[in-house]
């Protein structure tokens, strides 16, 4: 957890290039899914930057009025006309405000689908790796600091603004280079020397870059050094606040204090102190950046003065434009600073654009084939190993070793073994979540690769030992879908041993399970979990079912009644039954023994128990002794 911070040397800003390409890129992913969200902005933008000026621009001409001729009808001409344009566009800005906020109201959602779609639709293999999830802890963890690709639109409005602003004040004040200062004037006629006004306009723009420049600069330096604390920071509170509320931990956190652990890195996040690198850089470097940023602003608008109060006094306009030109420059200095801050907080959030794009990148490697799966109504599917070994991906070692044998239709086979023997990878292979190292799966003889992967898995019932449920109704569960039988569902229900249980389901098949959604939801135990995992097993009707350690979280005697209405249970269908507990095996047709990843007996338990020597018996005779 010890990190070495970069020193303000060492901290680079990545090349103008590579932040655009990758801005770029977040700007087309945004306006894939969210192209009102740039609409909205920019409708909001344009109005909110022409606001202003309207004011400017008609304020000038009501001062030139009241210095100058003072002709009433000009005048209230002037004053009508600022009235009802200001109204009309203030109208029209709250109208697009409106929109834009509704629009906005609905991104994260939409940047959290994005996510949430590629979770869905990437390979077991991807999901189950550990780098997948780090990768999106830390996209969550920088976009709750406001960095990332959630940045973008945020960006886009400012920055807009800033450019239209520029534009009004650019055109506003085009006409201070152009008036000329009357002949017979002396000295301030050499004003019109359009080297003069080029000078002035030269000095004013450097001046309008250095400040922005300058301002942006401290922007950098704030947005360089502080995101490595501001995050630090926001994920150490993130944690704490979050990990206290998690009714999960309550129970350890009383039993062994673990806040103290917590409590010692929230307070090693100095972003919130007076003695943090922010602190202490925001009362050096960034404070002097800012602060000379102000003085040749301030510099920029004494110039302006002088020089508009002169041409004002040469007679080149009347006194009321002095408001306007000194206005718009005013204004110019701001956009200006703004469109290099924004462009800056771009370049630095660059860097944060690379977690969601790598994640958004994750290939799917697995081969998808496209032969249909034959829809058999006499559920005739034969599936074999064929010499299949497997390793884990980046795992040295076999999870499985040599593994061939072939499933005979309709039967109830046994998977027995001790932890850690593979039966739940062997089971992860036939699902196809993860492809054979060696070997090849076959499917009525064709490789299993070779088939399209959803019709594939439609044959396959799995309540694995790790299944989970969703907040949704009790009906909604059993049949993994927004509607469903519940004829079949209650039926389903019942073969899994949960029928007394619904009796006293508040609102039946209706009731929702936990409290995420509906606060009528009823919390349900383990045992109560897995016997409804049963039950969805059992209203998919695959012609496979496989279930594994299907009755570790129930007591003895609904374990025992699954047992016997086993053979009820399952059908027609082939089953397959996994445990590391024998006595929940006998009843099946076929046992395999697993042992370090390899088939090392097989058949029924009778004959298995009949070889003294072998492992079956030796696990047996280990087990029986608890049950005499
Ligand atoms: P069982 O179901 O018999 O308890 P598993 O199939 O879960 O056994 O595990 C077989 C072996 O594979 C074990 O050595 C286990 O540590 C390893 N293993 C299981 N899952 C993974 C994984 N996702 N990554 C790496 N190794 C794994």
Redesign the pocket.
């Known amino acids: 957890m010890k990190k070495k911070r970069k020193t303000n040397k060492e901290m680079k800003q990545m090349p103008l290039r590579e932040a655009a390409s990758l801005n770029w890129r977040a700007v087309r992913i945004w306006w894939r899914i969210a192209p009102d969200r740039f609409l909205s902005s920019a409708l909001y933008a344009v109005l909110n930057a022409a606001l202003p000026y309207t004011g400017i621009w008609f304020s000038a001409r009501i001062i030139n009025e009241l210095a100058g001729n003072r002709n009433m009808d000009r005048l209230l001409q002037n004053i009508w006309s600022l009235l009802i344009v200001a109204a009309l566009l203030s109208i029209m800005r709250a109208a697009a405000e409106r929109w834009k906020n509704a629009v906005q109201a609905g991104c994260y959602h939409k940047s959290q689908e994005l996510y949430s779609k590629k979770f869905l639709c990437m390979d077991f293999e991807a999901m189950?790796r550990p780098s997948t999830h780090e990768l999106y802890a830390m996209i969550r963890q920088n976009s709750f600091s406001g960095l990332g690709l959630y940045l973008i639109p945020y960006m886009f409005e400012p920055l807009l603004t800033a450019a239209a602003q520029l534009l009004g004040a650019f055109a506003l004040t085009v006409s201070f280079f152009t008036s000329r200062v009357p002949e017979g004037k002396g000295p301030l006629t050499l004003l019109n020397h359009p080297l003069i006004g080029l000078a002035a306009a030269a000095v004013m723009v450097l001046l309008l870059f250095l400040s922005a420049f300058l301002f942006a600069r401290a922007d950098a330096y704030f947005a360089e050094a502080g995101s490595e604390d501001i995050l630090f920071g926001n994920r150490s509170s993130a944690f704490y606040s979050t990990a206290v509320a998690e009714k999960e931990r309550a129970l350890d956190s009383r039993l062994y204090e673990q806040e103290r652990i917590w409590d010692s890195y929230v307070h090693k996040a100095t972003v919130f102190t007076t003695k943090g690198r922010l602190a202490v850089l925001s009362r050096g470097s960034i404070g002097w950046l800012k602060a000379s940023s102000a003085g040749v602003s301030g510099l920029l608008i004494g110039l302006t003065y002088v020089f508009v109060g002169l041409k004002a006094y040469g007679g080149a306009f009347g006194v009321g434009m002095v408001t306007q030109y000194v206005g718009t420059i005013t204004g110019m200095a701001e956009a200006l600073t703004n469109i290099f801050q924004g462009l800056s907080r771009l370049r630095t959030n660059a860097e944060f654009l690379k977690p969601p794009f790598r994640f958004l990148d994750i290939p799917n490697e697995m081969y998808q084939g496209s032969l249909s799966v034959e829809k058999r109504n006499d559920r005739k599917y034969e599936i074999e190993f064929r010499d299949v070994s497997f390793k884990?991906p980046g795992?040295d070692t076999y999870?499985l070793r040599h593994v061939s044998l072939r499933f005979e239709i309709g039967k109830k086979m046994a998977v027995v073994?001790e932890?850690?023997?593979?039966?739940?990878?062997?089971i992860k292979l036939l699902a196809r979540l993860y492809d054979p190292t060696e070997g090849e799966i076959l499917l009525n003889g064709i490789n299993i690769r070779k088939y399209n992967y959803r019709e594939y898995l439609s044959i396959f019932s799995v309540v694995f030992q790790d299944f989970k449920l969703l907040a949704f109704s009790l009906g909604q569960n059993v049949a993994a879908g927004a509607g469903y039988d519940a004829d079949r569902a209650k039926d389903c229900l019942a073969k899994a041993g949960f029928e007394e249980r619904l009796l006293h389901m508040p609102e039946g098949m209706d009731t929702c399970l936990y409290k995420d959604f509906d606060s009528r939801g009823v919390e349900v135990s383990g045992g109560e979990e897995q016997k409804i995992a049963i039950a969805r097993a059992l209203y998919k009707d695959a012609p496979f079912i496989i279930l594994d350690e299907p009755t570790a979280a129930l007591d003895p005697i609904s374990e025992a009644e699954i047992y016997t209405r086993f053979s009820e249970l399952v059908g027609d269908k082939t089953a397959i039954y996994i445990s590391h507990r024998l006595s929940s095996c006998r009843f099946c047709d076929e046992i395999m023994v697993?042992d370090q990843?390899s088939v090392i007996q097989q058949g029924s338990h009778e004959t298995l128990l009949a070889e003294e020597k072998g492992k079956y018996a030796a696990l047996w005779m280990a087990q029986a002794q608890y049950y005499q």
Not at 419 to 426: A, I, L, V, Y
């Open positions: 189950d884990y795992s999870a073994g932890n850690g023997s593979g039966k739940t990878t062997f697993f990843g």
